[in-house]
């Protein structure tokens, strides 16, 4: 079993790169379950902002107004001065600065109400839209309570009880009506890392191999090429299963219980069968890799590549009709329609789709691999 240790000693020797790829896409993982997991609750807030209030109205309407505006939002002095004043709205200490006239009240109930309010911004910010919105909103509650003869104030009673009320809102969707798991995002982003991990690794050793001295010395070894590259591919599936082993078991410990279920298992599935994608795709980059600049940038290329137009990346929702047609040339698109339809699954008797997918995705591990044969055939005859 020569070959079989040397192929794990030209591993070992590659261990800091392929521990580092595998602690980043723990890290960046487990950051991504934890932001867009879903078992957090789904409600809605109302976005508070700094404010400064400055009232000059004798009337009720400027003082109801300034404390309904300062139930949703952070009441603040107004700066004095107008370096002041410039300086906390520069630095985002206040987002809106309002000034009520002093005759607002009487103008309001002539029906003269526009352009009364003086708002003050920062160039280019959004914030005053909120603020502009709930003003608006609470002078229009008002003017129909006093258009109906009630006195001011009653409406203003009124209208500070009917803005205080929380509208119940309703997620119409939320990715085709269903719940995605921590699960499903941990599995999401396999694709790129696996193909980094199996071309760094796996096209390191068969470049060692194909290295033109070495192979000129197996040549005249007693062992035969069949021999030689049994030992290879032993070390080849050996090296997958470990890798497989690792990411299931950080799965487990991310997601817990959720693993054990069969959405759990379907989803290890999909990952062992798209790693034999990418121990075929680091057989087919590694005819090609001279040295280990080119094994980089080759690991890039198809890691990248396969994971920015397969949907791994980029949701394939969002993408084109085009792009999502070319997207089914890659196997990352397989995999990832795996991942999302396992999230669907019940039972076996509904993962006709899930397996149709592991079908896409063998499919184009056997093609990878024949290309790599043919070229490695080609190669040999060349010399």
Not at 35 to 41: C, N, R, S, V
Not at 212 to 221: Q, V
Not at 255 to 270: R, V
Request: glycine content about 8%; charged content about 20%.
């Amino acid at each position: 079993m020569q070959v079989f240790k040397a192929f794990f000693k030209i591993l070992y020797k590659n261990k800091m790169t392929l521990f580092l790829y595998i602690g980043i896409y723990l890290a960046l993982t487990l950051l991504i379950c934890k932001l867009m997991g879903t078992e957090g609750e789904m409600e809605f807030s109302n976005v508070s902002l700094d404010i400064s209030v400055e009232n000059r109205d004798q009337g009720e309407l400027g003082e109801a107004l300034v404390d309904y505006l300062g139930i949703h939002n952070h009441l603040k002095d107004v700066p004095e001065g107008r370096e002041a004043l410039q300086d906390a709205m520069y630095y985002e200490e206040i987002d809106y600065v309002l000034v009520i006239p002093e005759d607002f009240t009487r103008q309001f109930l002539k029906g003269d109400s526009e352009g009364l309010l003086e708002g003050t911004i920062v160039p280019g910010s959004s914030t005053s839209y909120l603020l502009e919105n709930e003003v608006e909103n609470f002078l229009k509650t008002a003017a129909m309570y006093l258009r109906s003869g009630v006195t001011m104030e009653q409406a203003m009673e009124w209208t500070r009880k009917d803005m205080e009320e929380k509208p119940e809102v309703r997620f119409l969707e939320q990715t085709a009506g269903q719940q995605l798991s921590d699960r499903y995002y941990f599995f999401q982003y396999i694709p790129y890392v696996y193909l980094i991990l199996m071309i760094l690794g796996v096209g390191a050793v068969v470049k060692s191999f194909k290295n033109k001295d070495l192979e000129a010395r197996n040549k005249c070894s007693s062992m035969s090429f069949l021999k030689q590259n049994l030992q290879i591919f032993l070390g080849c599936m050996v090296y997958m299963l470990v890798m497989n082993m690792i990411f299931l078991l950080m799965a487990v410990l991310n997601t817990g219980e959720d693993m054990l279920s069969l959405q759990g298992f379907l989803s290890g599935m999909n990952a062992v069968v798209f790693s034999l994608c990418a121990l075929s795709v680091a057989w087919f980059v590694a005819q090609f890799a001279r040295n280990t600049a080119v094994l980089n940038m080759m690991s890039n290329i198809f890691g990248l590549g396969f994971s920015f137009l397969g949907g791994v990346f980029v949701s394939l929702e969002f993408m084109g009709e085009g792009a999502r047609q070319a997207a089914k040339f890659t196997p990352s698109y397989w995999y990832v329609i795996a991942n999302y339809d396992i999230q669907k699954v019940k039972d076996l008797a509904e993962a006709g789709t899930v397996y149709q997918s592991f079908r896409m995705v063998l499919v184009f591990a056997a093609a990878f691999f024949a290309a790599g044969l043919l070229v490695n055939r080609m190669q040999i005859r060349s010399r």
